[in-house]
Structure formats: C-alpha cells, structure tokens
C-alpha cells in the first residue's frame, strides 16, 4: 500500500467522523507542514502556529475531502489558504519577515567550518527567496522544497500542467540571477 492510498484511507475515516486518525495524519505529515511554513516565514513560531491551523481547518472542511488528487495535494491547498490569510493578517498589523532573523533561527548540526559555509549560502538563498514574487517563492518551495510533482502543483494553483512547468522555470533562473547577484554583492564587501 502506498503512502497516498493510506493517507487517503485515513482521511476518509476523519471525514467519516473517526477524528482520532488526524492524529495519525498529523504525524505523518507536520514536518514537511512546517518546513513549508518555514520557507515562506523565516520564523518559528509562526509557522508552528500555521501548522497547527491547517491540520485545525482540515477537520473543519473534512467534508470536501474527494479524494480526487492525493491527500497532500489537498493539505497544500488548505496550507496556501492559510498562508495567504497570515500575510493579510501581517500587512494589517506591519509586520515584516526579516530574513537574518530568519536564518538566526535554523540549527545546523555539522562541523564549524561546513555549518558557517552552510549559514552564508543559506542567508544568500533565504534573501534571494524573500525579493521573489509571492507566487514564485510558492512554486519554489513546492517544487524544490516540498519535492512535490508539477501535476500536484497545478491542481494546487488550478493551473495547467505546462503553465506550471514554464512559472517554475522562470522562477528558478530568477532566483538564480537573485543569489548570484547578492553573492557578489557578499563577496565584495
């Protein structure tokens, strides 16, 4: 049994009225959740907070689960939803993602010299990421962080398969263009 038919399974029976298999769900799903959020925000607690919502808003709308796409084609869509709501609800209240924070916040676990390399290519990235476009830092997150298939992508976006691979290679030489620019910017002050 593949992991999309198990946790198609287990959404049938939240869907069903059985919401202690969330917890089954949840368990399976909640890091890559976060590390989602993560990339978007920069920040712990927010994204944390996000997960906890998402898995929150599944429940609620466990009725419009289909099972149609994979399971995690339609978390996504419900993390998009709630992303999108966290930016609106920060553009009201002026709050900012401040990508040295951001990096400040992740903890790497190799040798001294590797993680300082690692730190510097990370800050560059997490910059390049955050001068992106709204929509192209997503399709980035989702194609590269999320490992997720164009087709995924699409159902996600409601877009065709092909606009999505074309988006995601403009995004990708657009943040190549971006690290690149600020790497030079780094290495010559």
Known sequence: MTNETIDNQLM?????G?????????DRHHRPLYGFFYHHTGMKNESEDLVQTV????????????????FETWM???????????YRKS????????????????HE?????????????ELILRKALARLSETDREL????RYREM?????????KLSEGAIKVRIHRAVKQLREIYLEISQQTMSV
Do not use: C, P, W
């Open 12 to 16: 049938f029976r939240v869907k069903e």
């Open 18 to 26: 059985n919401l202690d298999q969330m917890a089954l769900l949840f």
């Open 55 to 70: 898995f929150m808003n599944m429940i609620r709308s466990r009725s419009t689960f289909t099972g149609t796409y994979k």
């Open 76 to 86: 996504y869509t419900i993390a998009r939803n709630a992303l999108k709501d966290h």
């Open 91 to 106: 553009k009201k209240m002026g709050t900012t993602v401040d990508a040295e924070e951001a990096e400040n916040n992740i």
């Open 109 to 121: 676990t190799t040798s001294a010299d590797t993680r300082l390399n690692r730190k510097e290519e």
């Open 140 to 143: 980035i997150i989702l194609s």
């Open 149 to 157: 298939k164009y087709q995924e992508i699409a159902a996600i976006l």
